[in-house]
């Protein structure tokens, strides 16, 4: 499976961006997508993830009521609603894939990764 992020961008803080990932097939209901993000000199950490149903969601406390992921099982794409944008939340985001029926936090859990889309937040 390919992943392909794309929507990041330069963005005033307060401000909004929506972040897409489209596989290149069909993922099963028992698949968890990740989003997850590195700044420079950072770790790359957890953001959130929902499971290929999309019955079910969770995010990191930094970003939970500020962020929201969706999927459109149709287009083979989840996206990242990033609202209230602050510069903390700059960094390269990566959209990942688990096939395993699950998931947690951590990224090795995941073995299909997107190639990052860069997100910019100014003050």
């Known amino acids: 499976v390919q992943l392909q992020a794309s929507g990041g961008g330069l963005v005033q803080a307060g401000g909004s961006l929506r972040l897409s990932c489209a596989a290149s097939?069909?993922?099963?209901?028992?698949?968890?997508m990740g989003w997850f993000r590195q700044a420079p000199g950072k770790e790359r950490e957890f953001v959130a993830a929902?499971?290929?149903?999309?019955?079910?969601?969770t995010y990191a406390d930094s970003v939970k009521g500020r962020f929201t992921i969706s999927t459109d099982n149709a287009k083979n794409t989840v996206y990242l609603q990033m609202n209230s944008l602050k510069p903390e939340d700059a960094a390269v985001y990566y959209c990942?894939?688990?096939?395993?029926?699950?998931?947690?936090?951590?990224?090795?859990?995941?073995?299909?990764w997107g190639q990052g889309t860069l997100v910019t937040v100014s003050s």
């Open positions: 929902i499971t290929g149903s999309g019955s079910s969601s």
């Open positions: 990942a894939l688990s096939t395993r029926g699950w998931a947690g936090p951590n990224d090795k859990d995941y073995p299909y």
């Open positions: 097939e069909r993922t099963s209901s028992m698949s968890i």
